[in-house]
């Protein structure tokens, strides 16, 4: 649940921190106080876009903090997790500054708002007062029957497989058409791959055989130099290493008595040592040199071979092995591409899985559609519309979608004896708001989402019809988190607790101020709403009866 909220520098407010509680808030205040200022706020730590606007006069940046207690949500707690931000806590902040530029962090590191959006539709669900517009489309009719029926997963598995029969369709209909460029381009890359298993050339071995040209091209220098210089390190006349000898030898009598002279004597003796395994070394090399004009013609031949090749393909020489693992897939891809037996079985596959899962969806839909109608028609019963009639209309739909194979609507009537018509063509605005705040009720009910906000969703009613709203709305407050921006004194009296937007002012400038308000105030408040400007003694009392 949402557990608190810190505004700072946010349009009207200069600084604010609220901790929230379990059950029905109500958010009251007069007009133009600055009640969505706290959705708003709320809404840009979970991803909103926002701009310079956001930030309020004369101050560099606005900064604004939501805290979660996530230990009872395991989707966000997973969420987390997945980017190693496992905690009970969750602490989403946003900060915009004076240009419009924002940053997100959760738990103290960066996200993209993409990632910030969707972790907060695992934590609260906001409901416009403009949700009713919605409903005129056939969308969130369906969306409807997957949310209460939690259909979702199921939903998403069809418009996966939808995509992929799509991709197995396209892929065929490409090989089809493409089918001579492609037997073309098959038969050069045949001819290609031939000449590279000719030259049968592995990864690294060109170097090699360049290395070994080179000795083989140069044999007698290489091996006059190499004979010369091991005459002078250790088997000519005067070679270095008798001299060192005599060096080291001159000087071991004196090392004793020097430190810079016993340091000269173990590096000459290091230098010895070296020179004497540099000669067994050179000595094997050169017992192991055979010149072999047979094998000098053969890497003659494989290094020119391979450099017409490169030269061919625009390569370098020793980039020819990974140039043909590229043409082998490229091989293999066309191939299967060829193969048009294997594309037609994927097809038939990936259509069986559609069918069998949008089946399934359309079912489930169809088995839940009278249970959604049922709750619907009792909550408009509960806000005066006794005698609406409902009913989920399915039709098959001309071709399948990735929604499903049906076209679904709701149709509604007001009256006894009207005939069932879409909400679009019926339905008035007093009663669209009803039907959508009823859908509203019915979808935080089965919602995940602990925290569910109401944007004054009980405009348009009014008397005892806002009194069952407010039920309604405590009810939901018993098992949810609320928050409910109201006009309505009877769902304001309803709530658990009750906080007051206020304007006021500080300077030159208007700010605003949220205040929790006490029995006492909370009398006036309600007494004011249902009063006006003039608050009466009755109409105290009324206020009173009201909350009691």
């Known amino acids: 649940m949402l557990t608190h909220l810190a505004i700072k ?41 926002t701009d310079a606007q956001a930030v309020r006069y004369g101050a560099d940046k606005a900064e604004l903090c939501a805290l979660f207690d996530v230990s009872q949500l395991p989707h966000a707690q997973a969420w987390l997790a997945e980017r190693e931000l496992a905690q009970d806590e969750c602490c989403l902040r946003r900060v915009i500054t004076k240009e419009g530029r924002s940053k997100a962090w959760v738990n103290g590191t960066v996200v993209t708002l993409t990632e910030l959006r969707s972790l907060g539709e695992l934590l609260i669900n906001i409901h416009s007062q403009h949700a009713h517009q919605s409903l005129l489309k056939k969308d969130s009719h369906r969306q409807l029957l997957d949310n209460v029926g939690h259909l979702q997963p199921l939903a998403q598995q069809v418009s996966q497989d939808y995509q992929s029969w799509l991709q197995a369709k396209q892929q065929l209909s490409n090989s089809q058409a493409n089918y001579a460029a492609q037997q073309a381009r098959l038969e050069l890359l045949h001819n290609y791959l031939d000449e590279f298993e000719k030259l049968a050339l592995k990864a690294g071995e060109y170097e090699q055989l360049e290395q070994e040209y080179d000795c083989l091209a140069n044999y007698e220098s290489l091996m006059h130099d190499s004979q010369q210089a091991l005459s002078l390190l250790d088997e000519g006349e005067q070679p270095i290493s008798r001299q060192l000898q005599h060096a080291l030898r001159s000087l071991e009598a004196h090392q004793t008595r020097s430190d810079n002279l016993a340091n000269i004597c173990t590096s000459l003796n290091s230098a010895l040592i070296e020179i004497k395994d540099s000669s067994r070394e050179l000595n094997s090399f050169l017992a192991q040199q055979e010149l072999d004009p047979q094998r000098l013609a053969w890497l003659e031949q494989k290094i020119a071979e391979a450099q017409r090749l490169a030269r061919k393909h625009k390569v370098m020489a020793h980039e020819l092995p990974a140039l043909q693992q590229t043409l082998l897939l490229e091989q293999q891809r066309y191939q299967q591409a060829q193969d048009l037996t294997g594309l037609e079985q994927a097809l038939a596959h990936a259509k069986q899985q559609y069918v069998e899962h949008a089946q399934q969806l359309s079912q489930a839909r169809q088995a839940i559609a009278p249970q959604i109608t049922s709750q619907i028609s009792q909550h408009l019963r509960d806000l005066s519309m006794p005698n609406t009639q409902l009913n989920y209309v399915f039709s098959a739909l001309d071709k399948p979608s990735k929604d499903g194979l049906d076209d679904i609507e709701l149709l509604f009537s007001a009256n006894l004896g009207q005939q069932l018509q879409p909400l679009a063509k019926i339905a008035s605005g007093g009663e669209l708001s009803r039907f959508a705040l009823a859908v509203q009720v019915i979808q935080a009910q089965h919602s995940a989402v602990p925290v569910l906000v109401f944007d004054e969703v009980d405009v348009g009613i009014s008397g005892a019809t806002a009194e069952v709203v407010g039920n309604l709305l405590r009810q939901l407050g018993e098992h949810a988190q609320i928050l409910c921006i109201t006009h309505q004194p009877q769902v304001a009296a309803k709530g658990h607790r009750h906080w007051q937007v206020q304007k006021y002012t500080q300077g030159s400038q208007t700010l605003s101020q949220v205040v929790e308000l006490n029995y006492q105030q909370r009398v006036e408040e309600i007494a004011r709403m249902s009063g006006g400007v003039t608050i009466t003694q009755e109409t105290l009392k009324h206020a009173e009866s009201m909350l009691g």
Do not use: H, M, P, R
């Open 9 to 49: 520098q946010f349009t009207l407010v200069e600084q604010l921190e609220l901790d929230i509680a379990q059950g029905f808030t109500v958010i009251t205040g007069e007009t133009g106080a600055g009640k969505s200022i706290l959705l708003d706020a709320l809404g840009l730590c979970l991803g909103d876009k």
